[in-house]
Each structure stands twice: as C-alpha cells, then as structure tokens.
C-alpha cells in the first residue's frame, strides 16, 4: 500500500522531530500520524465491530501468530458454533479442534476451551476486568490479557506486541540496535489515548502492518526478536497431521497412525507422548483418540 502525499509529509516531519527523542513534539506528530491514517484507511475487522468480552478474547487468541486474512472467517465460524463461552466450556475437545482446523497452533484451542471453563466456573461465565487476572489464564498472558482489556473494557493498558513494537522502533529508535522492550514500553504509555485506547491500539496495529509492506522489518533490531522456525517438516507440521486424523477417523492404532504420516517412528512417538501429555489425545488398549 503507497502511502498519500501528505502521509509521507507526516512521516517525515516525524522522524526528524524523533530524533531526538519521545519529546512531546514528536508524540503529538506521532498520534497525529496514526490516527488520521486510521480514520481514512483503518480495517473493517469482525472483531472490531464488538466489545463482547468472550467474542475479543477469542478473536485474540486466534490472533496469536496466525495473519488476519486467515482468521477472518474461522473467527466466524468459530462463534457461530460456540456463541458462548458456556458453550465453548461444555463441547467436546474433537468438535473445538474441528472448528479450530486451518488455523495452525491447536494447543491454542484446547488454552482457549480450558480458559472458557476457568471464567464459567470461577468467574460466574464473565471475563474479569483485570489484565492480571486474564494473564493467568491458559495461553492468554501479559499481551493478550492486556488487548482483551482494551478491546472489550477500554481500559488505558499499556503492553507491547510484534506490531506495536516495529511502529515505535521504526519512528523513537531510530538507527538503535539490540532494543529492549523495557525501553519502548514508556514511549508506548507516552503515546496512549487514554480516553480511547481500544480505537488507539486498533490504529497502532494497522498503522504496524502498513510499515510490515513498506519496510525491511524493524523488529529485527529488537533485543527479542528471533526468527519463526519453518512449518514445513517440523513438529507442529505432524502435530496438526495428527489431530487432523484422530478427527476424521476418531480412532487409530499406533502402526497405521505412522504409516500414514510416512515419517520417522521414534518422532511420532515423540510427538504422541507430548500430544498425550498436552491433554490432546488419550490412548487406550493402543488406540488413540482425541481425548474426550
């Protein structure tokens, strides 16, 4: 996406008053920047359109990792089946892998379920308003927990995540190498709308990605960045095999299970001990399944 003029006017009045630092000049050309490019460009995502507390934690789980375009319509589908968390606590595991199938990273499914049975249970079927609490949930943590709070209850969190941080590296840490996160984190509070910080950190996303087409990734002089092993003959390659035949066939002998992965047998025992372990599959009488 080519940037306007006057976007590029902007962007460049930005980074020269940032050179200098998070000075309050830069700040307000930087809200500037973002919101006015949000307004014009912004997004029309599902997940953007609600503030449904169950409905934003399950469009940030499956946004853990996984690009939008992908999440859209499993996002969808994913609430038209379990519309709520009740559902989603009570149905059995095969039936949230299967609609869960296409996204990648399952054992976020089974967090996703687990989380649903946590705030049922011990939360009377509401998502607490605390990150702190949230972050303790199965595959939520600091950052999910944080957006939830933002997205569904507008509170003014601050939290860090792979497109925040390549927006705040590209324009505050200019020509910096080894970032730490410690040292963007009071540049992002400096930032924040704090009257409106789920419309604020919807722009800072979009904003992000735009920088992800138009620029060698700035991530990359973060202290933490490392890059994503490949899929393609990997463990979470034949995991995803796996689970994909325990759901169409419900049950399978070990032996057939490995002919049909046509891969080495001591790594699919690997792989099958952790998926056990995980609380993925069961096995009885050398019979595996999805466990139920």
């Not at 944080?146 to 497109?163: D, L, Q, R």
């Amino acid at each position: 996406m080519n940037c306007t003029p006057d976007q590029n006017q902007r962007e460049e009045a930005l980074l020269k008053a940032a050179k200098t630092g998070p000075t309050q000049e830069a700040i307000t050309l930087f809200q500037d920047l973002v919101l006015s490019y949000y307004h014009e460009h912004g997004r029309d995502l599902p997940w953007r359109d609600t503030t449904n507390p169950y409905q934003i934690l399950v469009s940030e789980i499956m946004l853990q990792q996984t690009q939008v375009e992908r999440v859209i319509p499993k996002y969808k589908a994913f609430l038209a089946t379990f519309e709520t968390i009740d559902q989603l606590a009570a149905a059995p595991l095969s039936e949230v892998l299967t609609a869960w199938s296409g996204l990648g990273y399952n054992r976020r499914a089974i967090n996703l379920q687990r989380t649903a049975g946590i705030i049922r249970n011990e939360h009377n079927g509401y998502l607490p308003k605390n990150p702190d609490t949230l972050a303790t949930f199965p595959g939520i943590g600091k950052a999910t927990a944080a957006a939830i709070c933002a997205y569904a209850f507008n509170m003014p969190v601050v939290y860090i995540e792979t497109n925040i941080r390549r927006i705040f590296i590209h324009f505050f840490f200019q020509d910096q190498v080894n970032i730490p996160d410690t040292d963007i984190l009071p540049v992002i509070e400096a930032a924040l709308d704090r009257e409106n910080p789920g419309v604020w950190y919807s722009a800072l996303m979009d904003y992000g990605t735009l920088l992800k087409l138009r620029l060698k990734n700035p991530n990359q002089r973060s202290r933490h960045y490392t890059r994503q092993a490949p899929f393609a003959g990997s463990d979470r390659e034949i995991r995803g095999k796996i689970l994909r035949l325990l759901i169409e066939r419900t049950k399978m002998e070990r032996r057939s299970l490995i002919r049909s992965l046509d891969t080495d047998e001591a790594r699919v025992e690997k792989v099958l001990h952790d998926l056990r372990r995980e609380g993925f599959v069961q096995e009885d009488a050398g019979l595996y399944s999805i466990k139920k």
